[in-house]
């Protein structure tokens, strides 16, 4: 709903004004955003990134707006900057390339109109999505646990993939297993979220910083298992 994401940048931005004197704005832009935030305009959002994503992403989608609407009330007020939470994540270096893209598009001196009009059909009309429903009834989670456990474990782990995104790690598999019982039981998804962050991202997830570490401490902590029995 872009109506709705200007409105809140503008918001925003009001806010964030009268409140210069008191507080930078820079800093009010470091916590604009939380953990797992679901911003009022991206509620009927058919795509939602996942949990631990939506801080950068969502402040990468907005951060121009709401430098566009600040300028707009004080020119004074500076340049908005991305945060420690999103500068230097996948989301930070996906927009790098595409502002960079963009730019080269929007400069050059014949045919930009009908490029950038290319560019949004292609984001509109060629990205494909692929659908897959199940028709018998199985336990879905199941299912998922079999693809994390083949994928680390079976001989898929062993087969080269040339563009493999972003693979299961051993990490996803320890937090899936010893989140699940708990989560689903929880039938709210605000609830289910609470849990995540109280059980999962704030006392290990933001405390190991990288994926590298926190695998690194799921396998310390296996390891000393291990070394007790």
């Not at 109109?113 to 659908?131: D, F, G, H, R, T």
């Not at 083949?150 to 010893?178: E, Y």
């Not at 849990?195 to 290990?204: H, Q």
């Not at 590298?212 to 298992?225: G, P, W």
Request: charged residues 20%.
């Amino acid at each position: 709903d872009v109506v709705s994401m200007r409105e809140w940048a503008r918001a925003w931005a009001q806010q964030a004004s009268c409140k210069a004197s008191e507080i930078p704005v820079s800093q009010q832009w470091e916590d604009a955003f939380e953990i797992g935030a679901q911003l009022p305009f991206a509620g009927g959002a058919m795509l939602l990134p996942s949990f631990v994503d939506r801080r950068p992403f969502f402040e990468l989608l907005l951060i121009g707006r709401c430098a566009f609407e600040l300028a707009a009330i004080d020119r004074n007020i500076g340049a908005l900057t991305p945060s420690t939470h999103a500068r230097g994540s996948k989301q930070e270096l996906a927009k790098s390339i595409f502002d960079v893209e963009a730019r080269a598009c929007a400069q050059a001196a014949a045919g930009c109109i009908p490029s950038l009009q290319a560019a949004v059909s292609n984001a509109l009309n060629e990205v494909q999505v692929m659908y897959c429903e199940v028709l018998n009834d199985i336990n879905l989670s199941q299912v998922f646990l079999w693809l994390q456990e083949k994928s680390l474990l079976g001989m898929g782990a062993l087969l080269h993939n040339p563009s493999p995104g972003i693979p299961f790690r051993p990490a996803d598999l320890a937090r899936n297993l010893l989140l699940s019982s708990s989560v689903m039981r929880a039938r709210e998804m605000s609830e289910q979220e609470r849990l995540f962050r109280r059980e999962w991202i704030v006392p290990l997830e933001q405390p190991a910083g990288s994926a590298e570490r926190l695998d690194a401490m799921v396998h310390a902590f296996v390891q000393s298992l291990d070394d007790v029995e």
